[in-house]
């Protein structure tokens, strides 16, 4: 009899500890209901960034002298295997040495805010569709030289000349000469970090590079204005006469402000790049490349 409750005892023992380890299991693993749901809440980016090749580097190695185009590097240096991303708040001293390989070390010293560069840039970006930031925010220095403008006919107005498009010359011809695929790969290396900060500045949009894309037509749309056209002195600073331009964002003003010239060629480069970095994800364009 002592053997027969002892063996129930042992059995009743194994089948309790059977009965908590599958309960303890179904609690750690989520139910597909769960699941799907999580998938529902995080939707699909509307532009996803193409996918690097396992393995492969994304960004061109430095190339400080630039004496080689990007795309014609040996086999042995463009496929060598991809470094791990330094933490955000660590980022700036690699990307500026990357951005150094990509536009030269002169460029990115003169131009270049060496703190915070992915920071101030999804800013920047964020900013472009709507009023200027502060300077302190934006990437890049400024201009060192003052407008060019000549008196008009009309005392309340001034003429924004062509001699303004110069003053723009060596950052068209900077960002012409970069291969937009280039820019692309550099920027899709570090995309987690673009994506990092861009989640910091707590936006509704949950994708950076949907935002980049979106803001990148929306510069594309800038309109065309022959030069000079008219400007007025307003508190300090010189607004567009006309209202319907002095409404603008500043990122399609700083455009007119290049003249047609400079920002035809701006918008060129703008429209390859964005073509490397999304592919169009609707169901009409099957995958295919976005067309602007």
Request: aromatic fraction near 8%; proline fraction near 11%; glycine fraction near 4%.
């Amino acid at each position: 009899m002592r053997w027969t409750i002892s063996v129930l005892l042992v059995l009743a023992l194994v089948a309790g500890l059977w009965w908590l380890e599958q309960r303890q299991q179904a609690e750690l693993t989520p139910s597909p209901e769960l699941e799907l749901s999580a998938q529902e809440q995080a939707p699909a980016p509307r532009y996803p960034l193409p996918e690097p090749e396992p393995g492969r580097v994304t960004t061109p190695p430095v190339d400080r002298d630039r004496e080689q185009p990007p795309g014609d590097l040996p086999p042995s240096e463009a496929e060598a295997e991809s470094p791990p991303l330094p933490e955000l708040a660590d980022s700036d001293a690699e990307l500026l040495e990357s951005l150094s390989g990509l536009i030269g070390n002169d460029f990115v010293q003169r131009w270049v805010k060496p703190e915070f560069v992915i920071e101030r840039s999804v800013a920047l970006v964020n900013s472009l569709d709507g009023d200027a930031p502060a300077l302190r925010i934006r990437p890049l220095n400024t201009l060192d030289s003052e407008p060019a403008t000549r008196a008009h006919a009309d005392a309340d107005t001034l003429l924004w000349t062509e001699a303004n498009s110069q003053r723009y010359d060596t950052l068209v011809a900077t960002l012409e000469s970069v291969p937009p695929e280039a820019a692309a790969a550099l920027y899709n290396r570090y995309y987690p970090l673009f994506q990092q900060a861009w989640v910091a500045l707590g936006e509704s949009e949950p994708y950076f590079n949907d935002r980049l894309v979106d803001v990148i037509d929306h510069l594309l749309a800038t309109p065309h204005v022959e030069l000079p056209f008219e400007v007025q002195l307003y508190e300090g600073r010189l607004h567009f006469a006309d209202p319907s331009l002095q409404e603008q964002s500043w990122g399609r003003k700083l455009l007119l402000r290049m003249g047609p010239s400079g920002a035809g060629r701006v918008k060129d480069w703008l429209r390859q790049f964005g073509n490397e970095l999304a592919t169009d994800s609707s169901p009409a364009a099957s995958g295919s490349p976005r067309r602007r």
